[in-house]
């Protein structure tokens, strides 16, 4: 009966209609009687808006409406929110004025929504849009990360000296200072953590309804977290009461974190659906998704790193100026405190450890989550400082890793940095990827390169994550405005077959899949007769969404509850059909069978009897649905290690990956070849990150200079050899499938595997992304000393 | 993307005169410039004429030892033209090099040259080759023919038939692509011709396509990628942008440059 069941490579479910364009995102959604929005954007990254001539595009043909911020207001919507607080050194709260709907009074960034225009046709908006005449005055603008809390920089935000949102710290500084005293060798680094754009397929959507006869508000919409976003809108935008507003996510093209935010143009359109008593659409246009999607990392950073004479670690210590963008988004602030130096400790004991933190705003495009968010940044600077470490000591980076891994026995172990690692075996996926990558022949490769004229380098990145997200005790002390807890209900239809609702959300993880196989090996149902529901809040129970690698662990979990609960019944009913006592019935493969003997049911033959009690015990109630909300007891902990080997062509200073292996503890695997399908994606999405993708500002004016295709270099197929990629396994101790989450951990530790291998090629520093042009640049200012070796 | 009016004769003769009678019309060939503008709305010509269903255009053939390239021939059908592939094979090697798939399943070799995009791949071809454009009305050399950034010697209702590749003694090309757009950022096309040497470089300089002279002299004399060497290649003139500063580029010319001295074996 589990022939598809835990563990076993079945074809995802939903790639069927995915692939034949059956499909149904947000913008196939046609509703009666709709009309068109298109939003009016500022073209400055800081400008008063002095004024606007409405009546410059309601004139125009198909011109339904003119939306500005004084209409928003005069409706008494409110600001869009940060979602977590965080507290300055000196204990007072950060400062984070709200995303306005439309702008107000001053735009923050290119491409804030100024206005909405909405007409027949999304045609007669644009061309409306076009016309709409807004005066504005143009402000100097804030633009760079490391200098925008200098004295002096145009301010952001009246209300927030020296546009620092907050300065937060974690960790002993006095303890680390005092490690610092006694080191034998002090590493330090300079390093820069770009920022990227999250470039989902799928650009954002919204389809807004308003029925007058329930006065329910519909919102169909490109979220990874339906119920969050019902959530927000209600209690802080006021958009609609909550059980008056309907949130609908169908099938999503890819998040990576950027549909974890609510946005400004997805509210618009639910509320002006109700000003124009019609549906209102709105689907982003690329341009419109380089510059509104919120972006991902934006780091500068600082870090030192203490060793003894035998290369112990002794302490670690790091300042990041951190880029919010013009906004603090929903994981805005959460994303470069506690899901970053939280990971400080990376795979190893630092007896001490001080991190700060300067969060920032700039005129820039908010910054929120984006794949791994917070850890790959930690990744990136312990790994690469790590790394740099061993090549300053002469030590193989392997070498130098291992005597400071945290060791099996260790384990529960708790870091400088608030987390308690649960389990894990560092040094098993080290050795694995050491075999996988036959680096014991790593020279003779790089001869062999040399001897093309190629410059060959090796890089490593032993990475750990902490997913899973989270307990909600934890979440609430740390600042969080939420629960981190998952839902999810198992409901037995008649005939036999099940409808599993979940409060997670799939937006290409495979949910429908792996879901569905732990259903039938909880349940014995076959994959095939099961059917995943999620993304309607109107559906689904209540639940927290997708991200955080948090699904599986979290989300499915709550259904493996809710299975031992349909199983609980199950008995009571069974023992009646089978005239046995409750406590003799034993449950496996889908039947009830009195212990002993032959005697069963199936599954089915008990939902059945649950549907149609004609002959059913007494005190149990009919049907067979069950449902369960898991609250993690902690995070999970997957952990791994990549190897990348790149040769560099020292006359252009191209950077091609010759090899690249993966290695990852996630636990308990469900479906082995969707897992693979992650650590592939995640390892592309990384590899992009520190070879191609950047989002490059005019420092002067803001303008995003990267804001097409033409500029933005995302990775191609092309770029990759065949990736080599193995597991190893330690249980999460804590949540009842022992599995951890995988969707992160590749563009996590890619960055720092493919940097450590470029700077290993070059012999020089090298910032990301290591473009052709930056790495010839660093080849032609080290030239004497590349070729010295 | 603004309403335009749209028709697609079948003869060059009726496009060339549906383009006359158009107020601002605009000749549509694969569209791999044009539509992405228009939708973009930088641009409201108010006619397109669409070139695809005249069949004059369209195909490869020969002439005497010149290739004969209809101007709507696609980048595809170039690059896997067993014709090319025998006659001029850096001309596959330009045309598959080109975009993606996509864009090669679609743009067309006429298109190209009449945009005269400065970081297109053709343009280097037609002047490393020495190549001559046939249009409606005239012919002309390839060196007559780019005039600069989005110029080119085209009349206004001229159109472009077919380009007539002379056959080089050999000749390669070599191209360094921007790593987002995989246009040139330095494509470098050289060939031996019974009449010496050319050189042509495309993508580097804001002006476009243009003869390397310092480089065919060199060449003339000594037909080996060492005798590149002691040429330095100017920055002044080359563009400068996040991808590449002129010096960059100068110096992706030269190794470009090499490595088609080298590939014509």
Excluded at chain 1, 166 to 182: Q, V
Excluded at chain 1, 326 to 355: C, D, E, N, R, V
């Amino acid at each position: 009966m589990t022939a598809d069941g835990i563990g076993v490579a079945v074809r995802r479910k939903e790639d069927r209609r995915f692939l034949t364009g059956a499909g149904r995102y947000t913008d196939d959604i046609d509703r009666y009687g709709q009309v068109y929005a298109c939003f009016v954007r500022s073209p400055y990254a800081h400008a008063t808006v002095d004024s606007i001539n409405k009546e410059s595009a309601l004139g125009m043909p198909g011109v339904l409406a003119v939306f500005t911020g004084a209409d928003v207001a005069a409706d008494g919507l409110g600001l869009l929110p940060a979602g977590w607080m965080i507290h300055n050194k000196d204990g007072s709260p950060m400062k984070t004025p709200g995303h306005p709907l439309l702008v107000a009074d001053r735009a923050r960034y290119v491409g804030e929504a100024v206005a909405v225009v909405i007409a027949e046709t999304y045609a007669q908006a644009r061309d409306a849009a076009d016309a709409l005449e807004v005066d504005y005055t143009p402000l100097p603008a804030t633009i760079a990360t490391g200098t925008a809390s200098k004295p002096g920089q145009p301010q952001v935000h009246d209300d927030v000296p020296n546009n620092t949102a907050f300065d937060w710290c974690i960790g002993d500084k006095a303890a680390t200072e005092a490690a610092f005293a006694n080191a034998a060798h002090i590493t330090k680094l300079d390093i820069v953590n770009n920022r990227l754009i999250p470039n989902a397929m799928e650009p954002r959507a919204a389809v807004g309804e308003y029925d007058p006869g329930t006065e329910i508000t519909t919102l169909y919409t490109t979220s990874q977290n339906p119920h969050v976003a019902r959530l927000v809108l209600s209690a802080f935008v006021q958009l609609a009461p909550e059980h008056k507003l309907r949130i609908v996510a169908p099938d999503v093209g890819g998040g990576f974190g950027s549909k974890i935010y609510v946005y400004a143009e997805e509210t618009v359109c639910a509320w002006a659906a109700r000003k124009v008593k019609r549906p209102v659409r709105w689907t982003a246009e690329r341009s419109e998704s380089f510059v509104t999607d919120a972006h991902g990392r934006d780091h500068v950073t600082h870090a030192e790193l203490a060793m003894d004479a035998n290369g112990k670690f002794l302490g670690l210590r790091v300042k990041t100026f951190a880029n919010l963008g013009a906004f603090a988004s929903l994981f805005g602030t959460a994303t470069p405190t506690y899901l970053y130096m939280t990971l400080l400790s990376g795979q190893y004991k630092i007896p001490a450890i001080y991190g700060e933190v300067d969060a920032v705003y700039t005129n820039t495009t908010p910054v929120d989550a984006y794949r791994g968010a917070g850890r790959p940044e930690a990744t990136f600077v312990v790994e690469r400082i790590v790394e740099t470490a061993a090549r300053e000591l002469g030590l193989d980076p392997a070498d130098l890793r291992r005597r400071n891994f945290i060791q099996p026995d260790e384990f529960p172990y708790q870091t400088p940095v608030l987390l308690q690692y649960d389990t894990g075996d560092y040094d098993k996926h080290l050795t694995k990827a050491l075999d996988l990558g036959d680096y014991a022949n790593f020279t003779i490769r790089k001869a062999d390169s040399a001897a093309r004229g190629k410059l060959r380098g090796v890089g490593f990145a032993c990475y750990i994550e902490a997913c899973g997200i989270a307990p909600s005790a934890a979440v609430g002390a740390l600042g969080g405005g939420v629960g981190l807890w998952e839902s999810g209900t198992i409901r037995f239809n008649p005939t036999g077959n099940v409808t599993v609702h979940t409060g997670s959300h799939s937006h290409g993880q495979g949910h429908e899949t792996a879901f569905a196989q732990l259903i039938a090996t909880h349940l014995g149902v076959p994959v095939d007769q099961v059917e995943v529901v999620h993304g309607d809040t109107m559906q689904t129970p209540f639940g927290m969404g997708t991200y955080g690698s948090r699904s599986l662990a979290v989300g499915g979990s709550a259904l493996v509850k809710a299975a031992d609960k349909i199983v609980a019944k199950g008995k009571k009913i069974a023992a009646h059909l089978l005239e046995a006592s409750e406590a003799d019935i034993e449950f496996t493969d889908g039947k009830f069978t009195v212990a002993g003997t032959d005697k069963a049911k199936s599954i089915q033959e008990v939902a059945f009897a649950a549907y149609v009690p004609h002959n059913y015990p007494a005190g149990v109630e009919p049907g067979l649905e069950e449902s369960a909300f898991y609250d993690p007891l902690n995070f999970t902990f997957p952990a791994g290690t990549q190897i990348c080997e790149v040769e560099v062509d020292p006359d252009t200073g191209e950077v091609e990956i010759v090899q690249f292996v993966a290695v990852d503890d996630f636990g308990k695997i469900i479906n082995p070849m969707i897992v693979e399908g992650q650590v592939h994606g995640g390892i592309a999405q990384g590899v992009g990150q520190a070879l191609m993708e950047h989002a490059v500002y005019d420092q002067d004016t803001g303008q995003l200079l990267s804001g097409s295709y033409m500029d933005y270099c995302m990775p191609r197929a092309d770029d990759f050899p065949t990736l080599k990629v193995g597991l190893t396994e330690t249980p999460c101790t804590h949540n009842p499938l022992g599995v951890k989450g995988c969707g992160e951990a590749g563009a996590i530790a890619a960055p720092a595997a493919v940097m450590n291998a470029v700077t290993n090629a070059v012999g020089t520093m090298v910032q990301m992304p290591a473009t052709p042009l930056r790495v010839w640049e660093a080849l032609q200012s080290a030239a004497p000393a590349a070729a010295a070796e | 993307m603004y309403a335009v009016n749209y028709a697609k004769p079948a003869s060059v003769a009726d496009a060339v005169a549906a383009l006359s009678a158009a107020e601002d019309g605009k000749f549509l060939a694969g569209g791999m410039t044009l539509i992405p503008t228009l939708k973009q709305r930088l641009a409201a010509p108010s006619d397109l004429v669409d070139l695809g269903a005249i069949g004059e255009l369209q195909g490869i053939g020969t002439d005497g030892d010149a290739l004969v390239i209809g101007a709507m021939t696609t980048h595809a059908d170039v690059a896997r033209s067993p014709l090319v592939a025998s006659a001029i094979p850096a001309l596959v090697t330009v045309a598959g090099g080109i975009g993606d798939p996509q864009v090669r399943n679609v743009g067309t070799l006429g298109g190209s040259i009449a945009n005269n995009d400065p970081a297109a791949d053709y343009p280097g071809a037609l002047l490393g080759l020495g190549a001559e454009v046939r249009t409606n009305s005239r012919t002309i050399a390839a060196d007559d023919f780019f005039l600069g950034m989005f110029e080119t010697a085209l009349e206004d209702g001229e159109l472009i038939v077919s380009v007539r590749f002379p056959k080089p003694l050999a000749a390669a090309y070599a191209k360094f692509a921007n790593p987002a757009s995989r246009y040139s950022m330095a494509g470098v096309f050289v060939a031996r011709t019974a009449s010496g040497v050319r050189v042509a470089v495309t993508g580097a300089a804001a002006g476009g396509a243009h003869r390397m002279e310092t480089m065919e002299k060199a060449l003339q004399a000594d037909f080996s990628p060492a005798a590149l060497d002691p040429i330095t290649v100017n920055p002044n003139g080359l563009n400068s942008d996040l991808h590449g500063s002129a010096a960059y580029r100068a110096n992706l010319v030269k190794v470009m440059a090499k490595r088609a001295v080298a590939a014509c074996g």
